[in-house]
T-cell receptor, first 112, second 110 residues
Framework: DAKTTQPNSMESNEEEPVHLPCNHS???????IHWYRQLPSQGPEYVIH???SNVNNRMASLAIAEDRKSSTLILHRATLRDAAVYYC?????????????FGKGTKLSVKP | DSGVTQTPKHLITATGQRVTLRCSPR?????VYWYQQSLDQGLQFLIQ???????AKGNILERFSAQQFPDLHSELNLSSLELGDSALYFC?????????FGPGTRLTVL
């Protein structure tokens, strides 16, 4: 599986936008970019995913570089509840594989 | 609430023992995944079942086994437990893209 690189930690102020970067220079054409987050003492939860185009949903936006070697998860207004570990994961579709390969992720702290 | 339930929430046992963790997926989800989260290894995929059949295997030890029943619930069996098996065990279910994770079972091996 192609690897992703994320900063170990980031800090943000409440109600400000947060940009969480992810590098995936060895991404292949069939890899989708997924983001999950894990709040303290909870299981991971899906945030967003995309292939080539930028994506928006109620939780976040995903900006994907034109060469697809990097992406950025954007939280438009961070809240205290967004403090979590954010995982950027590459996932291939098709065939029988569907499991997620988690890296170390980025621990996001949100200050009031 | 993800709709995935796991029992028990906590489990404390001794080395050498055997335990069974249970997972009920979201209604209608055919795929069930098991993950292990420990401090040193992070979140690791163990095994996936799809509609009763094993679909993919990850870093699952031979002492561990799983199955998915006709009603789609799944069980993860851990035997000959060692101290290093102490971890959080998550189950996730999926119908398509998104995986929905349960709250986990915290296993402590003494």
């Amino acid at each position: 599986d192609a690897k992703t690189t994320q900063p170990n930690s980031m800090e943000s102020n409440e109600e400000e936008p947060v940009h969480l970067p992810c590098n995936h220079s060895t991404i292949s054409g069939t890899d989708y970019i997924h983001w999950y987050r894990q709040l303290p003492s909870q299981g991971p939860e899906y945030v967003i995913h995309g292939l080539t185009s930028n994506v928006n949903n109620r939780m976040a936006s995903l900006a994907i570089a034109e060469d697809r070697k990097s992406s950025t998860l954007i939280l438009h207004r961070a809240t205290l509840r967004d403090a979590a570990v954010y995982y950027c994961i590459l996932r291939v579709y098709g065939g029988s594989q569907g499991n997620l390969i988690f890296g170390k992720g980025t621990k996001l702290s949100v200050k009031p | 609430d993800s709709g995935v339930t796991q029992t028990p929430k906590h489990l404390i046992t001794a080395t050498g023992q055997r335990v069974t963790l249970r997972c009920s997926p979201r209604s209608g989800d055919l795929s069930v995944y098991w993950y292990q989260q420990s401090l040193d290894q992070g979140l690791q995929f163990l095994i996936q079942y799809y509609n009763g059949e094993e679909r993919a295997k990850g870093n699952i030890l031979e002492r561990f086994s799983a199955q998915q029943f006709p009603d789609l619930h799944s069980e993860l069996n851990l035997s000959s437990l060692e101290l290093g098996d102490s971890a959080l065990y998550f189950c996730a279910s999926s119908a398509a893209v998104e995986q929905f994770f349960g709250p986990g079972t915290r296993l402590t091996v003494l």
